[in-house]
C-alpha cells in the first residue's frame, strides 16, 4: 500500500562554511525553481526559514545599506510564497547571533551551533525573537520548528522556550539518525518508526499526552556507494550535479565522514543533490514499513539540475496514485487543534 499522504520541507538557509554564499544563488533563485516543480504538480511546500539571520540581517542593514536589498528580497519570497499556499515555519542557527557583516562578507561565529550552546534564558529571548520576526515578515504565526543541524537532544533544556512561545509542532527527528559530533550532537536510534507521536520531555519517547507533537522526517539506510559517488561528484563537478547554491558547507568531524564512507548509516530522505536520486526507493520503504506520511526534505542551497530532474520525475510517477495527497503543517494535523489556539500562539 502506498503511503497516503506526502510532505516536502525545506530548509531555507545560506551556508555555514568559510562562505555563506548569496542570497540570490542560495535561495531566491533554488527556491523558486523549487516552487515552479512544485506548483507544476500542485504540491505545497513547508519552508523552514532560519529566521535569526534574518533578524542579524535586518540589524546590519542599518550599518550596511546595501544589505537592505537582500532583505527585501527575501521578504518579497516569502510572503509571494504564503500567498501562493506554501507553509513558513520557524528554524534557528542560533550562531548567527554572534555573527556579523564586514562590509563585504559574513563572518561567522560557529564555535556555538546549538541552542544547547546558550543560557536558558537567552534561548528563550531567541524564540521569541525569531518568531516575532517571521510572523511579522509573513503576516501569519508560526507554530512548528525544526533545530539547526538537527541538534533537537537534551530536549528538556529547550521545551520550555519552545512552550513559552507556542511552538507545539516539531519536525527534526529522522529514525534511526545518530551524530558523535560534540558540537552538532544527536541521537533519534531509539525513535518510533510512525508518521507522527506525542511527547514531552524526550522526542524519541512517545508520550500520548505529551504536549508536542513530533512529525519526523522519512528515513532511509544507505550505503558507502553514495558517498563515494558524492565525493567524485564533487571532484569532477559536472554543471548538472553542480548546487545551485554558491557557498560552502561546514565540514563535520572525521569520524562522520569515516562512518558515511565505509558502512551503511541512516540518511534524512532528501532532495539534495544525488540524495534525490533515492526518493522512489525510500518511498518503496516507507511503504513497507506500513507508514501513511512519507516525508522528504531539502535544502534550496544544495538543490542541483539533476535533483530536481529528479524531484519533478517522482512527482510525476506519484502523482499516478489518485490516493495520495499533498500536505504541509497547516493542514498535516493529526491532532484536533482549533485555528483559534493556532493565533493566539
Not at 544589505?67 to 510572503?79: E, G, K, N, P, T
Not at 555573527?99 to 563572518?107: I, L, M, P, Y
Not at 538543490?303 to 530536481?308: D, E, K, M, Q
Amino acid at each position: 500500500m502506498t503511503p497516503q499522504q506526502f510532505l516536502l520541507s525545506l530548509d531555507y538557509e545560506l551556508f555555514f562554511g568559510c562562505q555563506t554564499g548569496s542570497v540570490e544563488h542560495c535561495l531566491i533563485r533554488p527556491t523558486h525553481e523549487l516552487a515552479q516543480v512544485a506548483d507544476k504538480h500542485n504540491i505545497h511546500l513547508s519552508l523552514f526559514v532560519d529566521a535569526l539571520y534574518l533578524q542579524r540581517l535586518a540589524e546590519e542593514a542599518r550599518r550596511f545599506p546595501r544589505l537592505q536589498s537582500d532583505l527585501d528580497a527575501i521578504r518579497q519570497q516569502l510572503v509571494a510564497l504564503r500567498e501562493q499556499g506554501h507553509d513558513i515555519q520557524l528554524h534557528l542557527h542560533p550562531h548567527w547571533l554572534h555573527s556579523s557583516f564586514d562590509g563585504e562578507h559574513w563572518q561567522l561565529d560557529t564555535g556555538r551551533y546549538k541552542l544547547h550552546d546558550f543560557p536558558a534564558a537567552q534561548v528563550a529571548s531567541m524564540v521569541g525573537s525569531a518568531k516575532k520576526v517571521l510572523t511579522s515578515l509573513i503576516g501569519e504565526t508560526v507554530f512548528a520548528f525544526r533545530a539547526g543541524g538537527w541538534c533537537l537532544q537534551p530536549f528538556t533544556y529547550i521545551a520550555p522556550a519552545l512552550q513559552e512561545h507556542a511552538i507545539w509542532l516539531d519536525s527534526t527527528v529522522f529514525a534511526g539518525g545518530i551524530s558523535d559530533d560534540q558540537a552538532r550532537w544527536f541521537d533519534f536510534s531509539s525513535a518510533p518508526v510512525k508518521d507522527f507521536w506525542y511527547f514531552d520531555d524526550d522526542p524519541t519517547r512517545e508520550n500520548q499526552q505529551g504536549a508536542f507533537l513530533e512529525v519526523p522526517i522519512s528515513a532511509l539506510r544507505v550505503t558507502p556507494n553514495l558517498f563515494w559517488r558524492m565525493a567524485l561528484t564533487r571532484k569532477f563537478m559536472a554543471n548538472r550535479h553542480k548546487p545551485l547554491g554558491d557557498g560552502s558547507s561546514l565540514s563535520w568531524n572525521r569520524s562522520y565522514y569515516q562512518q558515511r564512507l565505509t558502512s551503511p548509516t541512516i540518511s534524512v530522505v532528501s532532495i539534495d543533490g544525488l540524495k534525490a536520486g533515492l526518493l522512489g526507493r525510500a518511498l518503496r520503504a516507507e511503504q513497507k514499513a506500513g507508514k501513511q506520511l512519507f516525508h522528504a526534505m531539502g535544502h534550496p542551497k544544495a538543490v542541483t539540475r539533476h535533483s530536481l530532474e529528479r524531484l519533478d520525475s517522482f512527482f510525476t510517477n506519484i502523482g499516478a496514485f489518485t490516493n495520495i495527497t499533498f500536505q504541509d503543517f497547516r493542514s498535516y494535523q493529526p491532532k484536533k487543534i482549533t485555528r483559534k489556539s493556532i493565533i493566539e500562539g
